[in-house]
């Protein structure tokens, strides 16, 4: 139990065009999700906080604009990287925690690996 | 941000040899959990600690939660190729955000 898949895998895009990462749990429901970035040999930098049915809501030095962020179900969280550019290039990881039980354990998704050339 | 201070950074060690990490920081936290990734991959929940001086095993892994709830060490026992990757730690804030340690970079030399 406590699935979460990530889509795409792995995206290569132009500078300058938007791109949509899509966080799903697959076998629980998850009232809060989660949008991290990591870069080579650190540790996991969370963006933004995402709930259910309201706005998200983002770090200190997050660009809410940039960083779109959309959490339309118990289910599924979607971070769209607008108008991006290569500094934008990370590994975007996403986590879920379980609507009941748990006491707000993470799950996390395999990751999404974004170049931006 | 905050981190949690894990140590050590990185182990050498041979296969077969038991692993000690541990983890501590200045703030209290309900909630201590630790991870391994692998490269290229998200993390993956090892042990979730819930109540101070909790011990906890995972097979050949045993984590304790500090009795102060402000450390906690993982340990592996004999340790296997497979067992290569990055370990974190990371204390649960009452906001159910995560506070991360830096991580430990396991390596195992055949």
């Known amino acids: 139990g406590a699935v979460v898949s990530q889509h795409p895998s792995w995206v290569i895009c132009k500078s300058g065009t938007s791109v949509k990462i899509e966080c799903r749990s697959l076998?629980?429901?998850?009232?809060?999700m989660f949008w991290y970035r990591q870069f080579p040999k650190q540790s996991l930098m969370l963006m933004a906080t995402?709930?259910?049915?309201?706005?998200?809501?983002?770090e200190q030095g997050v660009e809410k604009d940039k960083f779109l962020i959309n959490h339309a179900s118990l289910t599924l969280s979607t971070l769209t990287v607008t108008s991006a550019h290569p500094e934008d290039s990370s590994f975007y990881i996403c986590?879920?925690?379980?609507?009941?039980?748990?006491?707000?354990?993470?799950?996390f998704g395999p990751g999404t690996r974004l170049t931006v050339l | 941000g905050q981190q949690l201070n894990q140590s050590p950074q990185s182990m050498f060690i041979q296969e077969g040899e038991d692993v000690s990490m541990n983890c501590t920081s200045s703030?209290?936290?309900?909630?201590w959990l630790w991870y391994k990734q692998d490269p290229g991959e998200g993390p993956v929940l090892l042990i979730a600690?819930?109540?101070a001086g909790e011990l906890t095993s995972n097979g050949r892994l045993t984590a304790q939660f500090g009795i102060t709830r402000k450390d906690s060490f993982l340990n592996i026992s004999a340790s296997i190729p497979s067992d290569v990757g990055i370990y974190f730690c990371?204390?649960?804030?009452?906001?159910?955000?995560?506070?991360w340690g830096a991580g430990t970079k396991l390596i195992i030399k055949p």
């Open positions: 986590s879920a925690s379980p609507r009941s039980g748990g006491a707000g354990t993470q799950y």
């Open positions: 076998d629980f429901q998850a009232t809060t």
């Open positions: 995402s709930n259910e049915g309201s706005k998200a809501t983002y």
């Open positions: 703030s209290i936290f309900n909630t």
């Open positions: 600690l819930y109540k």
């Open positions: 990371a204390g649960l804030r009452s906001n159910y955000q995560l506070i």
